[in-house]
């Protein structure tokens, strides 16, 4: 094998080998492959693309390159992934329910990129919850939980956690590709038995388009079925925050809303989406509509509230967490109102510009070395079509300093635009299931 013949092979507009693809992927891993080497061939698959059938490939080379994960359980491993928005907690919720349904949920999550929130960001508002655990305490975990929310260890898809740095400093993070392999590497390292994948449009997605959005739930079903993982993808809508609020301390409190029953909303309703889906697709519901049903069910009868709060004690976070979570989540020590500038609808919200907010609050990274504060972002966020008469908060800012607040508020009401009719916006737009 000889990573310029590979490499020359794309330059050329043509697919590698499936093993040229594997012994690439394993090199990026060990370091036999250079960096050099490593940007040339990202450059390449992002001007010329590979084939599905290199696709597939290049994404169990990666997954390959590290452990895999193998379980010996009584019910189905299954999952969830989205591709990234503002306010979305949905993990949170969905892992729980989706135990408390009868599945076992080894979620392997990531952090805040761009203006996104990150899964584990918001788990680690809660004191002492711990997101790095080896293979032994994931499995106990699991046995007591059911579910698990964690990072993924250096030994998962060590060739993708390589290939992504250098994705991201070479203008190639764009490649639908490469994008594929990555999600797909980590997520089929987990040993899943089905998965279903949130593909988010709209402003505060990274797919700005449904084209765009539909392209990467293709190829993200498809690669993931012929890897041999029953996979089905919802593209739904990120023209809104899925929760009202953004930020780690302040979606954990939405989260606990709604597993208690206390709140519904988009955030249920996108949860019992994804949930229904896989569901079905892990034979636990006889159809999407079923599993819908007993998502729901499960959250109203406090079962998946039950599997949050073990979930918490069993990752180091406090016992009981559920019932008294308001004790323990941090808050920032200025709380102020973003006032409408005038009345009307909330005609449209630019969500890109809603979560660089708070990463400007310190929510959210701005460069990698960058700590998080926990209690800061925005609550009681107005969706999108709701009605507002002028001066009535649009949102709810939480900073550390007057000054990021006052910076808060101007891109706020900058970032909402009120109009004369209302508006709504649908939950999910499509079904991909090949």
Same mark, same amino acid.
């Given at each position: 094998?000889?990573?310029?013949?590979?490499?020359?092979?794309?330059?050329?507009? =043509?697919?590698?080998?499936?093993?040229?693809?594997?012994?690439?992927?394993?090199?990026?891993?060990? =370091?036999?492959?250079?960096?050099? =080497?490593?940007?040339?061939?990202?450059?390449? !698959?992002?001007?010329?693309?590979?084939?599905? @059938?290199? #696709?597939?490939?290049?994404?169990?080379?990666?997954?390959?390159?590290?452990?895999?994960?193998?379980?010996?359980? %009584?019910?189905? !491993?299954?999952?969830?992934?989205?591709?990234?928005?503002?306010?979305?907690?949905?993990?949170? !919720?969905?892992?729980?329910?989706?135990?408390?349904?009868?599945?076992?949920?080894?979620?392997?999550?990531?952090? +805040?990129?761009?203006?996104?929130?990150?899964?584990?960001?918001?788990?680690?508002?809660?004191?002492?919850?711990?997101?790095?655990?080896?293979?032994?305490?994931?499995?106990?975990?699991?046995?007591?939980?059911?579910?698990?929310? $964690?990072?993924?260890?250096?030994?998962? *898809?060590?060739?993708?956690?390589?290939?992504?740095?250098?994705?991201?400093?070479?203008?190639?993070?764009?490649?639908?590709?490469?994008?594929?392999?990555?999600?797909?590497?980590?997520?089929?390292?987990?040993?899943?038995?089905?998965?279903?994948?949130?593909?988010?449009? +709209?402003?505060?997605?990274?797919?700005?388009?449904?084209? @765009?959005?539909?392209?990467?739930?293709?190829?993200?079903?498809?690669?993931?079925?012929?890897?041999?993982?029953?996979?089905?993808?919802?593209?739904? %809508?990120?023209?809104?925050?899925?929760?009202?609020?953004?930020?780690?301390?302040?979606? $954990?409190?939405?989260?606990?809303?709604?597993?208690?029953?206390?709140?519904?909303?988009?955030?249920?309703?996108?949860?019992?989406?994804?949930?229904?889906?896989?569901?079905?697709?892990?034979?636990?519901? %006889?159809?999407?509509?079923?599993?819908? *049903?007993?998502?729901?069910?499960?959250?109203?009868? +406090?079962?998946?509230? %039950?599997?949050?709060?073990?979930? !918490?004690?069993?990752?180091?976070?406090?016992?009981?967490?559920?019932?008294?979570?308001? #004790?323990?989540?941090? @808050?920032?020590?200025?709380?102020?109102?973003?006032?409408? /500038?005038?009345? +009307?609808?909330?005609?449209?919200?630019?969500?890109?510009?809603?979560?660089?907010?708070?990463?400007?609050?310190?929510?959210?990274?701005?460069?990698?070395?960058?700590?998080? &504060?926990?209690?800061?972002?925005?609550?009681?966020?107005?969706?999108?079509?709701?009605?507002? &008469?002028?001066?009535? /908060?649009?949102?709810?800012?939480?900073?550390? #300093?007057?000054?990021?607040?006052?910076?808060?508020?101007?891109?706020?009401?900058?970032?909402?635009?009120?109009?004369?009719? /209302?508006?709504?916006? /649908?939950?999910?737009? @499509?079904?991909?299931?090949?």
């Amino acid at each position: 094998m000889d990573a310029r013949a590979i490499i020359a092979t794309v330059r050329n507009g =043509q697919t590698p080998s499936r093993d040229e693809l594997r012994w690439f992927a394993q090199g990026l891993a060990d =370091q036999s492959v250079s960096d050099a =080497q490593a940007a040339a061939f990202a450059m390449a !698959v992002l001007l010329n693309g590979l084939s599905e @059938e290199g #696709r597939v490939a290049l994404t169990l080379g990666m997954r390959d390159s590290g452990d895999v994960l193998a379980w010996d359980l %009584d019910a189905p !491993v299954i999952d969830k992934h989205s591709t990234g928005g503002v306010g979305d907690c949905v993990s949170l !919720v969905l892992a729980p329910a989706l135990a408390a349904c009868g599945a076992y949920v080894p979620m392997i999550s990531g952090r +805040g990129l761009g203006h996104t929130g990150g899964t584990l960001d918001k788990l680690e508002a809660i004191p002492g919850y711990t997101t790095q655990v080896d293979e032994d305490r994931l499995h106990d975990i699991l046995a007591k939980a059911g579910c698990a929310i $964690v990072g993924a260890s250096a030994k998962i *898809a060590p060739a993708d956690k390589r290939l992504y740095a250098i994705r991201d400093v070479t203008a190639t993070v764009e490649s639908l590709d490469l994008i594929t392999a990555s999600i797909l590497s980590k997520k089929l390292a987990a040993g899943l038995q089905a998965l279903v994948l949130d593909v988010k449009v +709209g402003t505060g997605a990274f797919m700005k388009t449904p084209d @765009e959005a539909r392209a990467l739930a293709q190829a993200l079903v498809s690669t993931a079925n012929a890897a041999g993982c029953p996979t089905r993808a919802l593209i739904t %809508d990120m023209n809104t925050p899925v929760a009202n609020a953004l930020g780690n301390a302040l979606e $954990v409190d939405s989260t606990v809303r709604v597993l208690r029953g206390d709140e519904g909303g988009r955030l249920l309703d996108l949860s019992a989406a994804l949930g229904g889906e896989v569901l079905h697709t892990a034979g636990l519901a %006889d159809s999407a509509e079923a599993g819908d *049903a007993a998502i729901r069910a499960c959250i109203a009868s +406090g079962e998946a509230a %039950d599997r949050f709060s073990r979930m !918490v004690f069993a990752q180091g976070g406090p016992h009981g967490f559920l019932e008294t979570a308001t #004790r323990f989540l941090p @808050e920032a020590p200025v709380i102020r109102e973003i006032p409408a /500038p005038e009345g +009307g609808h909330i005609s449209a919200i630019n969500g890109e510009a809603l979560g660089l907010a708070v990463v400007a609050l310190g929510g959210g990274r701005q460069v990698e070395s960058d700590i998080v &504060d926990p209690a800061v972002g925005l609550s009681d966020v107005l969706a999108l079509g709701a009605k507002v &008469d002028k001066g009535q /908060p649009l949102a709810r800012v939480h900073a550390a #300093r007057v000054e990021q607040a006052d910076a808060a508020v101007r891109a706020v009401q900058a970032a909402m635009r009120i109009g004369a009719a /209302p508006v709504a916006a /649908p939950l999910v737009y @499509e079904r991909i299931t090949e």
